[in-house]
Nanobody, 117 residues
Framework: QVQLVESGGGLVQAGGSLRLSCVAS????????MRWYRQSPGKERELVATIEKGGNTNYADSVKGRFTISRDNTKNTVHLQMNSLKPEDTAVYYC???????????WGQGTQVTVSS
């Protein structure tokens, strides 16, 4: 059974930092394209960050320079380091995995990030 378990969300003040984690079972994070999405009330789901199977990364313009996606192959875990947080970053953050473009999408349960003014 494929499972993505997220942790690390919480409540922080603007300018603070959080480190989200996504632990994968059954699949290998280095054999899948791993992505972080977020969704806040009244907004559509937004792609935040991507790490390709080869290690290349990509970010939404709104988080470039502040967020970093990384991978720990030994622990089979993907991280999202979130610095200089803004109230606009408040959302539920979801981990996503896909091995091939024709393969199933797998999703984590989501973790709440709240940034206060």
């Amino acid at each position: 059974q494929v499972q993505l378990v997220e942790s690390g969300g919480g409540l922080v003040q603007a300018g603070g930092s959080l480190r989200l984690s996504c632990v994968a079972s059954t699949i290998r994070v280095n054999m899948n394209v791993m992505r972080w999405y977020r969704q806040s009330p009244g907004k559509e789901r937004e792609l935040v960050a991507t790490i390709e199977k080869g290690g290349n990364t990509n970010y939404a313009d709104s988080v470039k320079g502040r967020f970093t996606i990384s991978r720990d192959n030994t622990k089979n875990t993907v991280h999202l380091q979130m610095n200089s947080l803004k109230p606009e970053d408040t959302a539920v953050y979801y981990c996503n995995a896909r091995r091939f473009e024709w393969s199933p999408n797998y999703w984590g349960q989501g973790t709440q990030v709240t940034v206060s003014s």
